[in-house]
């Protein structure tokens, strides 16, 4: 009988899965803990996750763990989180004093494996995932194995610019593709274009407090303003997505984080798109499929490192 614990550091939550001989049996979460108290947190999660399958922590074959920021993914150590206020913190070593076996990546490159092994990516050996969230993240599989590149530090999608010069982006560039689409950038597009029609349906139910990244997908069908920032958007990430399939050539890019609770509808805006900016699509076609794990995707990665063999040996 074998127990393997997927966490996810998240900024204000970690979720945590235990699976038992390759199933999933229950999950939890705990608020995060940010800077030196994270290991205590993750510790204490494992241990409820544990009890409630009925087993001891000491029975754990191994955790799994996604973080954010830049992570050594060979030692375990999160070489820099800014939002968690770690550097180099020693997140394997401290795990492993009373934990058998430890694994840690990113936690895009954690939600990319849970997508691709468990989720929207199974049956496909290369695929990108995308999240569209606070930031923009994601990872990517090629032959069924996580690309990470040198040191671990490689597939920061976000850090991709799409616009020379652009807007200024969180991590000093412009015109990177998280300043264009996460959802943040979504909400603030809209709320621009609300301060210019203050005529706009949009105001009836929000203000430029309340409005958020599903605003202008929710009234775009009644409001041209509304429809103007979907469309903008739209344009922005369909830009990202064809760099990205122009480079990978994935067999599936897969969009996850809070805007793709747009579902099936994202997929059909970005699909009507998407054909005229790849090279040679008919050749090589890339499906566009929204994420199916939601918010467990990280959990189930990071259980991956274990769970599948090409997962874990690579990083």
């Not at 409630?52 to 996604?66: D, L, N, W």
């Not at 929000?206 to 958020?212: G, H, P, V, W």
């Not at 739209?234 to 984080?257: D, K, Q, S, T, W």
């Not at 090279?279 to 090589?284: E, I, M, Q, S, T």
Request: with cysteine; hydrophobic share 40%; proline share 3%.
């Amino acid at each position: 009988m074998s127990f393997i614990i997927g966490l996810d550091v998240g900024g204000t939550s970690v979720k945590g899965i235990i699976f038992k001989d390759g199933k999933a049996v229950c999950k939890d979460s705990l608020p995060t803990v940010s800077g030196e108290g994270l290991a205590d947190c993750l510790f204490a999660l494992s241990e409820r996750l544990a009890a409630a399958a009925g087993t001891q922590i000491s029975r754990i074959s191994g955790v799994g763990v996604g973080c954010p920021g830049v992570i050594d993914a060979f030692n375990g150590t999160v070489v820099r989180a800014d939002n968690l206020g770690l550097f180099d913190y020693p997140l394997k070593s401290l795990l492993k004093e009373r934990i058998a076996e430890v694994r840690v990546c990113n936690d895009g490159n954690a939600a990319a494996l849970g997508e691709a092994y468990y989720g929207a990516g199974r049956g496909f050996k290369n695929s990108v995932l995308i999240t569209l969230g606070t930031g923009v993240g994601g990872g990517i599989i090629i032959d069924g194995k996580l690309f990470s590149g040198n040191r671990s530090a490689g597939a920061e999608i976000g850090h991709m610019v799409i616009k020379e010069g652009g807007k200024l982006c969180s991590c000093g560039r412009r015109g990177c593709f998280e300043a264009y689409c996460s959802a943040r950038a979504l909400a603030g597009l809209t709320r621009s274009r609300m301060r210019r029609d203050p005529l706009s349906p949009m105001w009836r139910e929000y203000n430029l407090r309340t409005a958020d990244g599903e605003t202008a997908f929710k009234y775009a069908g009644t409001d041209p303003s509304a429809a103007k920032v979907v469309e903008t958007y739209i344009g922005h990430l369909v830009c990202g997505i064809a760099n990205l399939a122009n480079i990978f050539r994935p067999e599936a890019v897969i969009l996850g984080g809070g805007v793709s609770a747009q579902g099936e509808r994202l997929e059909r805006l970005v699909r009507e798109r998407i054909k005229k900016e790849i090279f040679a699509f008919g050749y090589a076609p890339v499906e566009i499929k929204c994420a199916s794990l939601k918010n467990d995707a990280g959990a189930y990665g990071a259980a991956a490192l274990f769970t599948i063999p090409s997962a874990g040996g690579k990083l």
